[in-house]
């Protein structure tokens, strides 16, 4: 059974730091694209950054790029995302989701993606 959690989110004021996680369990975690996504109310599901199985080949939206961080531990089955100088903008609920398949090339489209977290919640406040 495929599961994901994420952890990590909460209020921050505006210039703040969140780390979130996203533990995982269930399937091959290292043989699959990893990606966090987010949806502020209104709003579409946004792709935030994804990685590769190995860790390489990082992709960040415009909005978030030189501010945000991913990584993964592939021996934790765990997946993070460092946001620094957070912006009221950043304001959503966070999802981690895995690829529908392993290797494929990562996508920042939601529709890529077959399991997904519950999700955590970031707000920032100016």
């Known amino acids: 059974q495929v599961q994901l959690v994420e952890s990590g989110g909460g209020s921050v004021q505006a210039g703040g730091s969140l780390t979130l996680s996203c533990a995982t369990s269930g399937y091959t975690f290292s043989a699959y694209c990893m990606g966090w996504f987010r949806q502020a109310p209104g709003k579409e599901r946004e792709g935030v950054a994804t990685i590769y199985p190995g860790g390489g080949t990082m992709y960040f939206v415009d909005s978030v790029r030189g501010r945000f961080t991913i990584s993964r531990d592939n021996a934790k089955n765990t997946l993070y995302l460092q946001m620094n100088s957070l912006k009221p903008e950043d304001t959503a609920m966070y999802y981690c989701?895995?690829?529908?398949?392993?290797?494929?090339?990562?996508?920042?489209?939601?529709?890529?993606?077959?399991?997904w977290g519950r999700g955590t919640q970031v707000t920032v406040s100016s």
């Open positions: 989701a895995t690829a529908s398949w392993a290797y494929a090339p990562c996508s920042a489209d939601p529709t890529g993606y077959s399991y």
